[in-house]
């Protein structure tokens, strides 16, 4: 008698690394392939301080995106562990995922990121990002050029996260460094960042949107209670402390009558019920935590962890 062929589907997966300098829309394209928002996004530079983890399952494909802070001459402790975790996450992946934009000076650390494929024979995909700000489209070819010459890299994709285009193209390009053996998240998961710390990092998302200068890097933001109630409601309790460096920062975070604050709450309110699909009752209060991005054990309270 003929055996059977095995008619269950073989599933594949890869772990894929977004690199770059800051504010190159690293965040922003892994949030346009999920089709969801999981990483806070910001026109300040070094929004992303962490690894934030994206999964992506598209049939028997399971793609892991891993957004890295974008690498800087760090100035601070808090610095040294984000540049420590970007290179931390270009080894050990499948594949990495260097996104640039389309015109100007190339960067000491993306060459140095293109530097560490070469010494690492790491596999490589180029996205060149923010093609729908380009006046000439002639400079985009050029660009591509430019650097396929640095880098043998395994495809280049033009992209815009902000209208979307290119993703379908980019994700195709992606899935090709899937190797087979199980999904590692659940079909359905988005991220495996604990719900307390994507709460988090919305309050700090409005925080960057709303506040000026230098005052947001020295935020950080501890989601103390989360809990649902338990008369029926539906309402989820939210108690989050925000962290500053100065007392003069804790007055403009809080702002006249309290109007900063409220606001900083009512926007990251709204995004939450989106995400969590679910009410919140969220209270957000201010303390001061002088210089905590040069001490140790204060970083290491905050989840940065070296």
């Known amino acids: 008698m003929k055996k059977q062929a095995n008619s269950q589907p073989k599933t594949k997966s890869a772990f894929l690394s977004i690199v770059g300098k800051p504010n190159v829309g690293k965040s922003s394209i892994m949030n346009a392939m999920l089709g969801q928002k999981v990483a806070i996004v910001s026109p300040k530079p070094q929004t992303t301080?962490?690894?934030?983890m994206g999964v992506l399952t598209q049939g028997e494909t399971q793609l892991v995106f891993i957004d890295t802070p974008?690498?800087?001459?760090?100035?601070?402790?808090?610095?040294?562990?984000?540049?420590?975790?970007?290179?931390?996450?270009?080894?050990?992946?499948?594949a990495c995922l260097l996104v640039v934009e389309p015109e100007g000076e190339l960067t000491e650390s993306e060459l140095s990121l293109i530097q560490n494929f070469?010494?690492?024979?790491?596999?490589?995909?180029l996205a060149i990002n923010k093609i729908d700000l380009?006046?000439?489209?002639?400079?985009l070819l050029s660009r591509?050029?430019?650097?396929?010459?640095?880098?043998?890299?395994?495809?280049?994709?033009?992209?815009s996260a902000l209208k979307g285009s290119g993703m379908d193209e980019l994700i195709a390009e992606l899935k090709k460094h899937a190797v087979s053996g199980p999904h590692f998240f659940d079909d359905d998961a988005l991220t495996d960042m604990p719900e307390k710390v994507l709460a988090g990092e919305i309050i700090r998302e409005k925080l960057l949107e709303l506040l000026d200068k230098e005052i947001p890097h020295g935020v950080a933001v501890s989601v103390e209670t989360?809990?649902?109630?338990?008369?029926?409601s539906g309402i989820t309790d939210l108690e989050a402390v925000i962290y500053c460096e100065k007392q003069s920062?804790?007055?403009?975070?809080?702002g006249k009558q309290g109007a900063m604050l409220k606001a900083v709450g009512s926007k990251a309110r709204a995004d939450m019920e989106r995400f969590f699909d679910c009410?919140?009752?969220?209270?957000?209060?201010?303390?001061?935590?002088?210089?905590?991005?040069?001490?140790?054990?204060?970083?290491?309270?905050?989840?940065?962890?070296?």
């Open 49 to 52: 301080r962490t690894r934030i």
């Open 279 to 306: 009410k919140i009752n969220l209270q957000c209060w201010v303390k001061v935590k002088e210089d905590w991005r040069n001490r140790q054990g204060l970083l290491r309270s905050f989840g940065y962890n070296e």
């Open 226 to 232: 989360m809990r649902e109630r338990e008369d029926g």
């Open 118 to 125: 070469k010494k690492n024979h790491m596999p490589a995909i």
């Open 70 to 94: 974008g690498l800087h001459k760090p100035r601070t402790r808090l610095g040294d562990y984000m540049v420590k975790t970007v290179s931390e996450s270009v080894s050990g992946v499948d």
């Open 249 to 254: 920062h804790k007055g403009i975070i809080i």
């Open 144 to 159: 591509i050029l430019q650097l396929s010459s640095l880098y043998e890299f395994d495809a280049v994709v033009p992209v």
């Open 134 to 139: 380009l006046a000439n489209k002639e400079a």
